[in-house]
């Protein structure tokens, strides 16, 4: 992460800290009090437009809940079950790769 990458992130931060709004110009207004100069103007703007009416507290207090993943599958002694499954899973991508290849269209890359 750049210098100010960094600069611009704190001072989004600081802003949400104090409940304020988080926009370009005050990005900057924090920015150039810190004594910061080299951030360009294009990093405060593409910050503000990506927090822009999104809680930064709450996506910093939910950064590891992700919701939408499936539990990991406990090793009990079903095992064996599951493994039969998976094997005929691949059985089946095997046939599914053989009626695919070029062989069975009557044609293949050295044909004359």
């Known amino acids: 992460m750049s210098h100010a990458e960094l600069a611009v992130s704190y001072a989004a931060l600081i802003l ?3 409940n304020v709004d988080i926009t370009a110009d005050k990005l900057q207004t ?11 103007p294009i990093w405060t703007t593409l910050f503000a437009k990506a927090l822009e009416g999104k809680n930064v507290k709450d996506l910093l207090l939910n950064v590891g809940s992700g919701g939408g993943a499936a539990a990991a599958p406990v090793a009990t002694g079903a095992a064996p079950a599951g493994g039969a499954a998976a094997v005929e899973e691949k059985k089946e991508e095997k046939e599914e790769e053989k009626e695919e290849s070029d ?3 009557g ?3 050295f044909d004359d």
């Not at 924090?30 to 360009?40: G, H, N, P, Q, S």
């Open 16 to 18: 949400a800290d104090d």
């Open 107 to 109: 044609f293949g890359l």
């Open 103 to 105: 062989e069975d269209m």
């Open 30 to 40: 924090l920015i150039k009090a810190a004594k910061i100069e080299d951030v360009e």
